[in-house]
Structure formats: C-alpha cells, structure tokens
C-alpha cells in the first residue's frame, strides 16, 4: 500500500496502542477475537481512533460524511423529524455518535424556523474529544438553543421521540467468521514475528454459532464450495435491543451503508466488507496503524430489522437515501436557492449530487425506520420502500 507516512508523534501514538494491543493478546492467552481488536482500536479511552485527539471528519480527517458534505441533508432530516414530534408531547431527539456536532445544528435549526423543536436534543457520544468538539460547535453556532442540548453517557431508561444514528452501526465491533466445507471458523488476531497477524480457530461462542449456522453461507456451502469470510455483529443487535427497550413512544432512524441478508452474504462477496480510511485512502488492512484510521464494515439490515421486530417495534420504512432525502423534500430545500447565483446555487446542487447520485452515497446508503406506539406512515418512505429485500 502507498498510504501517507503519520508525523512522528501520530506514530508514538500509534506504537503504543500496538504495544497495548501485543500485551491484551498476550493475556487472552495469545488470541483475541477481532471484535475485542476494534473495540480496542476504535474505542479504548484516551487510546482508540475515535477517543484520541485527531481529525476525523470533513477535508482535513480521514472520510467525509453527510453532514459534512452539506447543510441541507441536515436540514432534510428535519422534515422528517418535524413530522415525528409533532405526534409526541414533550418529544426530544437522541442522536448517537455525533461526530463534529454539525448535524445537530443543522437540524436545530431547521426545527426552529419549522416551529418543531424537540424538548431536548440528546447525545450519546462515548468519546470525550469528539464531545468536545460538539460542545464547541453548539456554543459558537447554537448559543441561543444552547440549553437544549445534552451530553449523555448512557441510553436514558426512558425516552419519546426521534432516535437518529448516522453512520454509527458500521462501526461497531464485528466477528469475523469463516465458513468453509461444513465447518464453522472464527478468523482472530495474534503477535507472531513482531506482527499482527491473522489466526483462525473453530468458532466455539454459542451465539455466535447458532447465527453463523442460519446465515446464506452454511446454508449455501453446496454451491459456493470454497472458503466464505465475512462479519456478523453482535454488537448491532445488542444496540438494538437496548435503544428497542428504552424507546416508549416514537421512531427509531438510522441511516448507514449496508445490504438485506441475501445481498450481504452474497456468493460472490466472499471476502466480506471490512474497509478501513485513512487520509481518504480506503484499503482493507486493519493492522495499519492501530488508533490513526477508521475501520468499517457495512451494515446487515436484515439482522438489524429481525432484532427490532423481536423487541416489539414495527418496520415502517426501509429505502435508500435518495429515495428518503428527496421523498422529504432535499430538491424543495435546494430550489429555494437563488438559481440565478450560480456561486452560492452550484455548490449545493453539487452537493446534493454527492448525497443522491447512485455513483456516489444515494444508493449504497440505506435508511431504516422502527416506530413503537406511533401510528404514523413516515414522509421519508412514501416512494421507493424496499422491504423486500430485507
């Protein structure tokens, strides 16, 4: 890989998470599954690349989301959000993992001139820097609505309204499994020659076994024959069982890259969808640079879906975001832009190109909605649904 070099100082970091990591296998007795590998990359305090002090979002970090690209995908999930708390007393908002913070203000503000702001605007963010960053971005740009926004550090036992994540499942810690000639592996790290590398072992886990055995791969083993790598996320389901169990009246929206079932586990997509991004390189080494990159992979819906109609939500939507954003107006939001000014009206009918071309987020990216104790057909999936495939 011809990746750029860190500064001298992104590499100490990263050399110590690494010397970390050698000593947490060595402890696991000289293996560690990969999902305890990305929590630790990703998530250990002070450590981990979502915790340390780095740029991560927008030009300057490693990849660009949404809200980043623009102020109007922000502004079009308030369309959407405004529809839902109008159904709820004293509903508020829980955004989970809120990156720069921008997609908050984007949408608070819209809601202000909708005359739809929710009671409170809730977010969970597991890493101090990053609520940092939020608590700035809210002071500079929010000062009047300020008071509204909270920091949580824990799901509320209790909550009415919109829960929104974005781009937060496809970097949740995932296992890595091989299926291969009837038998059922667990793909794990170890420390061998001064290096990560990787080591697979029969896959042992009850749980993990019991969803390894029920997925295309082990059903299919007849027809694709050769070894089968991909991920399966406990983690994802166990967020959604949690956020299904606090949720007492409202909607569930979360917005990712991902597939049904069928499409995920896909004959010809035997390698998986593990990615990392590093510099807006993507490559598919998680061993580069313990802390300094982001690691991903796409998003099972259909597991996704299964957990929150077992814990008693009910599927409104599942569509991809072309489809939700201009079913919820993102052209009508462009449209009001002075045409006739092509510096300030070329921009955003770019960025909406970004946000809805097929070749770039529109269709890759899907959106999935849950309601529960809302009857309530939602704006963002009157065209386009594709239950179906889920």
């Not at 170890?190 to 749980?207: M, N, S, T």
Request: aromatic share 8%.
């Amino acid at each position: 890989m011809n990746l750029p070099l860190p500064d001298p100082l992104a590499r100490k970091h990263s050399d110590t998470l690494t010397t970390l990591l050698r000593e947490q296998i060595i402890r696991a007795g000289g293996w560690l599954s990969f999902a305890d590998y990305m929590q630790t990359v990703l998530y250990m305090p002070g450590m981990g690349y979502y915790s340390a002090d780095m740029a991560k979002f927008g030009e300057s970090g490693d990849f660009v989301t949404a809200p980043e690209i623009s102020s109007l995908f922000g502004q079009t999930l308030a369309q959407q959000a405004a529809q839902i708390l109008a159904e709820i007393p004293h509903g508020s908002i829980l955004e989970l993992g809120a990156g720069s913070g921008k997609l908050a203000v984007d949408m608070l503000l819209a809601l202000e001139q909708l005359g739809q702001l929710p009671i409170y605007y809730n977010i969970l963010e597991v890493s101090a820097e990053l609520r940092q960053r939020q608590q700035i971005t809210i002071e500079q740009r929010l000062p009047h609505l300020a008071q509204r926004v909270h920091w949580l550090s824990t799901l509320p036992e209790r909550f009415d309204g919109l829960i929104l994540a974005n781009e937060v499942l496809d970097a949740t810690p995932v296992h890595l499994v091989i299926w291969q000639d009837g038998n059922i592996f667990e793909q794990g790290v170890a420390w061998y020659d001064h290096q990560f590398i990787w080591q697979p072992r029969p896959l042992i886990d009850e749980v993990l076994l019991k969803i390894a055995r029920q997925l295309p791969p082990a059903q299919d083993w007849e027809v694709t024959g050769d070894c089968y790598l991909s991920e399966i996320s406990l983690a994802n389901r166990l967020l959604i069982r949690s956020l299904a169990e606090r949720l007492r009246q409202g909607t569930m929206l979360l917005i990712d890259y991902g597939f049904g079932e069928r499409e995920y586990y896909h004959p010809q997509r035997n390698q998986g969808t593990l990615m990392c991004h590093y510099r807006h390189h993507a490559h598919n080494d998680p061993f580069f640079l313990p802390g300094l990159q982001d690691i991903t992979t796409h998003v099972d819906f259909s597991a996704v879906a299964e957990m929150a109609l077992a814990e008693g939500l009910q599927l409104q939507g599942y569509t991809t975001q072309a489809h939700f954003l201009i079913n919820c107006g993102i052209t009508d939001l462009l449209a009001h832009a002075p045409a006739d000014q092509p510096g300030s009206y070329l921009p955003l009918a770019n960025q909406v190109q970004r946000l809805v071309s097929p070749a770039e987020m529109g269709e890759l990216f899907k959106v999935i909605a849950f309601n529960k104790s809302l009857d309530l057909p939602l704006r963002g999936f009157g065209r386009g649904d594709l239950q179906r495939l889920l």
